[in-house]
C-alpha cells in the first residue's frame, strides 16, 4: 500500500517534504518507521513472518510488528496502528517502551532503495498466542520463541535465510533491553 511519508535528511532529521512511500524508496529517501517487539514474562519473544507476497523479505521473520510512519503522524500513534492492524491487539501508548532509532540502509533492488529510520520499541504481551489476529496481506505467521533460542539463532549461520536482515547490534540491542526487563 502506497502511503505519504515525511522525508528525513541522512541524520534522522525532518527536511519538511514530504513522497509518497513508492518514491521514497524508488529513489533512497530517509523515512521513518516503528518496530515493537512483544515478549512474555516467560522470556519469549513474538516474532512474525512476512507474507509471501510482501516486496521486501518475503517469507523471513522479524519484528513482532513494524511498518511505516505517516506524514505527520506521532511516532506512538504510528506504533498502536501498525500493531491493531497486523496483529490485531489494541494497545496503550504507556505500554510501549522506546529502546533506540536505528539507521538501515538496504538496497534490494537498483529501483529499491530502503533507507529507514528505525524507531523501536518493547512491549509486554499480555494475550496468548491464539488471541492474536494476524493480518493476512501483511503476516504469513505469528510464532513465539524462547529469546535464548532466538539469540543463539540471530549470532549463527542462519540468520540470513530466516531472518530480516539487520545489523546484529540492531538484534542484540533488542535482546538486551528485553532480558533487562525480565
Not at 141 to 157: C, R, S
Request: hydrophobic share 35%; glycine share 6%.
Amino acid at each position: 500500500m502506497d502511503e505519504l511519508l515525511d522525508i528525513l535528511d541522512t541524520d534522522g532529521n525532518p527536511t519538511g517534504t514530504t513522497a509518497m512511500k513508492s518514491k521514497a524508496h524508488r529513489l533512497g529517501l530517509f523515512h521513518a518507521t516503528v518496530h515493537i517487539w512483544f515478549y512474555t514474562s516467560e522470556g519469549e519473544l513474538l516474532l512474525q513472518q512476512r507474507s509471501r507476497h510482501k516486496g521486501t523479505h518475503p517469507l523471513l521473520w522479524g519484528a513482532s510488528v513494524a511498518g511505516h510512519i505517516g506524514a505527520a503522524e506521532q511516532l506512538e500513534v504510528s506504533a498502536m496502528r501498525e500493531i491493531e492492524e497486523e496483529i490485531g491487539l489494541t494497545c496503550k501508548k504507556e505500554l510501549l517502551e522506546k529502546i533506540g532509532v536505528f539507521k538501515s540502509v538496504q538496497k534490494h533492488h537498483e529501483h529499491l532503495v530502503d533507507c529507514e529510520f528505525q524507531h523501536t520499541f518493547l512491549c509486554e504481551l499480555s494475550l496468548p498466542l491464539h488471541l492474536l489476529k494476524k493480518q493476512e496481506s501483511e503476516v504469513e505467521d505469528l510464532k513465539l520463541m524462547p529469546i535464548l533460542n532466538f539469540e543463539k539463532q540471530i549470532q549463527g549461520n542462519e540468520t540470513a535465510q530466516k531472518y530480516v536482515p539487520h545489523e546484529l547490534s540492531y538484534y542484540q540491542n533488542v535482546i538486551k533491553s528485553i532480558k533487562e526487563r525480565l
